[in-house]
């Protein structure tokens, strides 16, 4: 089964910013860790090693793509075989592939990885999933009656069938709760306590690593009576990852873009995004703003680019780069509030940028705080056609103004 994205719709989840995304088999050994059952399995990166994965198994198996994108099963990323002859065969149609799903968008992702484990004697799918409810300071608990692939559909076709709850991780989950869940999730005796159980357990482990994402899809009941992760998602808040060394290790740079692995080595918190308007801003909540307020205007960002407080001249150079040299985008916003970064400092970093690489796109630029006066004239002493705007409403009608000009609207 492919992992679906969160049923979660509440408020901030338009945009992921800061976040680490692992394997299913990485997801799968942390929720061992806390008790959670999950599917006897190997993870393999050779046929040979498949196949030798499915003779330690025994029976039938599923060879898995592990890639980080949902929607795997439904492109053809998820294929059983019977014996571990098949399995190799199902290995070597997979590694070395470009996998298209409808997560991954149109260039797809190559699998380097499969997971090869034991098929399920299923008698239900259910759905399980954890994320933050920032509207609410807590945490958003759903449980759905059935998992599995597009599930999505059920939660916009379905609502009824959803239950959500608000936790808060001070307290836990609440008892209630967990026997709620249970009920939501439409079992009863020994299924029916194990599912409470697992409720609670989720949640500290929701809590234990930080997480800001914890999924899974299909959570199944099995014949003999088990609740068993057949597939898991976990995203890891990247803030967090300096108290948690083990995690860090889980980071597969083969997964990240060249954007993204170069911004991560510059220390920038950088997302690539499918609009056309790339944005540079000093804070996570501002850059969220900026993002909120171009969608106001009629546009779409290209990216979330946080350059932070403690950023340097040639981190801001490196952010400017990334975002020029996007074919994507067809304006630019910068939108800094200085406070500890300083505005000269960015001003002196975009400025340097432009003129070592050149600027192919349009610049909005938005400016206050700190070296305010000194910023403004260096960007009037640069040369550089940049728009210097007012405020921030202002900034981002004008990018999206300068996009359509650029290329139309798309």
């Known amino acids: 089964m492919a992992h679906s994205r969160t049923l979660y719709r509440g408020p901030e989840t338009r945009y992921r910013y800061s976040l680490m995304r692992i394997h299913e088999y990485q997801a799968k050994s942390l ?35 592990q890639i980080h994108a949902g929607g795997r099963g439904k492109a053809g990323g998820a294929l059983k075989a019977a014996s571990p002859a098949e399995a190799e065969e199902a290995a070597s149609r997979l590694l070395g592939k470009r996998l298209v799903t409808g997560q991954t968008g149109p260039e797809g992702r190559v699998v380097r990885l499969v997971l090869v484990e034991e098929v399920l004697d299923v008698v239900r799918e259910l759905y399980v999933g954890l994320t933050i ?89 099995t014949s003999d009576g088990r609740l068993v992760a057949a597939d898991a998602k976990v995203e890891i808040d990247d803030n967090a990852l300096p108290f ?22 510059a220390g920038l918190s950088f997302v690539k995004l499918d609009g056309d308007i790339g944005c540079i801003v000093n804070g996570a909540g501002l850059a969220m703003a900026t993002m909120d307020l171009i969608a106001l205007a009629g546009g779409r960002p290209a990216n979330f680019l946080d350059v932070g407080g403690g950023v340097s001249e040639e981190a ?47 610049v909005v630029m938005r400016l206050e705080g700190t070296n305010i006066d000194e910023a403004r004239t260096l960007l009037s002493g640069s040369g550089l ?11 981002a009608r004008e990018a999206v103004r300068l996009a359509r000009t650029a290329g139309g609207p798309r």
């Open 385 to 395: 056609p940049f728009t210097l705007a007012p405020d921030m409403e202002t900034a």
């Open 316 to 362: 801001v150079a490196k952010a400017f780069s990334l975002l020029s040299s996007d074919p994507g985008v067809r304006s630019a916003l910068v939108n800094i509030f200085g406070g500890i970064v300083r505005c000269d400092l960015v001003v002196r970093g975009i400025v340097r940028s432009a003129r070592e690489n050149g600027c192919r796109v349009p």
């Open 133 to 221: 409810d920032r509207s609410k300071a807590g945490l958003a608990l759903l449980v759905a009656p059935r998992g599995g692939v597009d599930v999505e559909a059920l939660a916009s076709g379905r609502p009824d069938l959803v239950l959500e709850q608000t936790v808060f991780p001070s307290a836990g989950l609440l008892p209630a709760q967990a026997e709620r869940a249970a009920s939501a999730l439409g079992l009863s005796g020994g299924a029916f306590d194990r599912a409470a159980e697992l409720a609670a357990v989720l949640v500290r482990a929701f809590d234990t690593m930080n997480a800001s994402l914890l999924e899974i899809n299909p959570l199944v009941l």
């Open 31 to 65: 929720l061992t860790q806390f008790g959670i059952l999950t599917p006897n399995g190997k993870v393999a990166s050779t046929p040979k090693e498949a196949r030798a994965a499915a003779a330690w198994i025994g029976g039938a198996v599923l060879v898995k793509a």
């Open 244 to 265: 948690h060394p083990m995690l860090r290790e889980l980071r597969d740079p083969g997964e990240e873009t060249p954007a993204e692995r170069e911004a991560a080595a």
